[in-house]
């Protein structure tokens, strides 16, 4: 839709948490957040509806393939324009395990509570 692409170009497109599947031979992609243009009367579009990816059979063969292996998942890593079209490039990465994102979450915590003490002792 012409709005999302102007949205796009005014930087309003969020990735974070969307993710594609292959349906029926169709490639979709799902919770990316685009939000309303600026300047978009009452015909704006959904900023979270389901957006069909135009790709190549073979492409969607091959993503097909790899989303089969025991949990692997389509996700979208970056946008960005070429001739005028917005461009979506896809990759096929595995979720990460409840172990690894504790892991995580505490190395970001002891992270912020290190730069908490650093600035506290500049005082």
Same mark, same amino acid.
């Given at each position: 839709?012409?709005? #999302?692409? %102007?949205?796009?170009? @005014?930087?309003?497109?969020?990735?974070t948490d969307s993710f594609?599947?292959?349906k029926n031979g169709e490639?979709?992609? *799902?919770?990316?957040?685009?939000?309303? *243009? /600026?300047?978009?009367?009452? !015909?704006?579009? $959904?900023?979270?509806?389901?957006?069909?990816?135009?790709?190549?059979k073979r492409e969607i063969?091959?993503?097909?393939?790899?989303? &089969? #292996?025991?949990? &692997? /998942?389509?996700?979208?890593?970056?946008? *960005?324009? %070429?001739?005028?079209?917005?461009?979506?490039?896809?990759?096929?990465?595995?979720?990460? %395990? /409840?172990? $690894?994102?504790? #892991?995580?979450? %505490?190395?970001?915590? $002891?992270?912020? #509570? !290190? @730069?908490?003490?650093?600035?506290?002792?500049?005082?």
């Amino acid at each position: 839709m012409g709005t #999302e692409v %102007k949205a796009l170009r @005014e930087g309003k497109g969020n990735l974070t948490d969307s993710f594609a599947r292959v349906k029926n031979g169709e490639v979709f992609l *799902y919770d990316m957040n685009i939000s309303p *243009y /600026t300047f978009g009367n009452i !015909m704006n579009h $959904d900023p979270l509806r389901v957006r069909k990816l135009l790709l190549h059979k073979r492409e969607i063969r091959k993503l097909y393939g790899k989303t &089969q #292996e025991k949990g &692997q /998942t389509v996700i979208p890593l970056k946008a *960005y324009f %070429k001739n005028g079209k917005v461009k979506i490039l896809l990759g096929v990465g595995r979720g990460k %395990k /409840t172990h $690894d994102r504790r #892991e995580d979450l %505490k190395r970001r915590t $002891d992270k912020r #509570e !290190m @730069e908490r003490a650093i600035r506290g002792r500049g005082r």
